[in-house]
């Protein structure tokens, strides 16, 4: 996972000086500049792109941000960027702003995820929770402070909780998926846009508890134990046989069709990524789709052209 670890740490200033280098590649007569938001765990999957795309179009600027799923749909929603990527999909709440703001998109599947709960290497206890001991550790003025109180055979320790931040589409996909949408999270963890952040939290703590998306646990697995739930593990085949339920999902991108129409630098790009994010995909740890399903992708963003 060399290659996860480079991008994970790459700084999003190098993209922005790679697209910007002399074109000797023969697109030098596409040009434009490509603004990129949203979702750190679908970061690395773009990044990757980007650097690719940037290499055989030399006169496209393309920028990077993470700002987290959230965060990323409040900027695309309002037509500032071109690319969303997310961790979850669109909310109603989402779709109502972009058609108040007249911004038409269109949705694409980029690969599988699923969020992981790790514990430090040093934890030789927790080896399996299920999804009812996770609404009781996770939710408001939880009764769960303690490992003990899950177990008693487990060390009478305090319960260090490290999560995304609250409008990371990890913490929503979570929330939503195992809490319920009703149900209200409690407040008193360690929280991060930064899933470095909360990888090397958990990592240095004996009694920590955490989640982040799947491709930061296998980049650092060397430094984590990945804890069953509902003793399924995560691994790329209980991801892509739906085992894994339910904390599989799917991870998108999304495109700003306004711009799209009109920008064949945005267009070059888009066909780009769905033609090699079947093998950048695999190679960062993620669970691909097949090769059809990302030339049906192409074939459908193309037809709303």
């Known amino acids: 996972m060399k290659i996860l670890k480079r991008i994970l740490v790459a700084s999003i200033a190098c993209i922005m000086i790679s697209a910007c280098a002399t074109d000797t590649t023969g697109n030098a007569d596409i040009k434009g500049k490509i603004k990129i938001d949203g979702s750190a765990t679908v970061a690395p999957v773009t990044q990757a792109v980007v650097e690719e795309y940037s290499q055989q179009y030399r006169n496209v600027e393309v920028t990077l941000g993470v700002s987290g799923t959230g965060g990323g749909f409040k900027k695309f929603i309002n037509g500032e960027t071109d690319v969303q990527n997310a961790s979850r999909k669109i909310k ?9 703001n007249g911004v038409e998109y269109a949705e694409i599947e980029v690969g599988k995820d699923a969020i992981v ?163 950048l995909t695999y190679e960062l740890g993620y669970a691909a789709l097949s090769k059809e399903e990302y030339i049906e992708e192409i074939d459908n963003l193309f037809k709303k052209q």
């Open 92 to 100: 109603d709440s989402e779709i109502t702003g972009a058609e108040k």
């Open 117 to 279: 709960f790790a514990v430090s290497n040093e934890n030789n206890w927790a080896k399996n929770l299920t999804t009812e001991q996770l609404v009781e550790i996770w939710k408001e003025d939880s009764p769960i402070s303690l490992w003990s109180d899950l177990d008693s055979n487990w060390p009478n320790e305090k319960i260090k909780l490290y999560a995304p931040a609250s409008d990371a589409g990890t913490y929503d996909y979570f929330h939503s998926a195992v809490m319920g949408k009703t149900t209200k999270m409690r407040s008193d963890y360690t929280a991060s846009q930064d899933s470095n952040v909360l990888v090397t939290g958990v990592a240095g703590d004996k009694y920590s508890l955490g989640f982040f998306g799947y491709v930061y646990y296998v980049s650092f697995a060397d430094k984590l134990q990945a804890v069953a739930i509902n003793s399924v593990e995560p691994k790329v085949e209980t991801i892509n046989s739906g085992a894994y339920q339910p904390l599989s999902r799917g991870l998108y991108i999304y495109i700003n069709m306004n711009r799209f129409k009109e920008s064949k630098a945005l267009q070059e790009f888009s066909r780009f990524y769905l033609e090699n994010a079947e093998e």
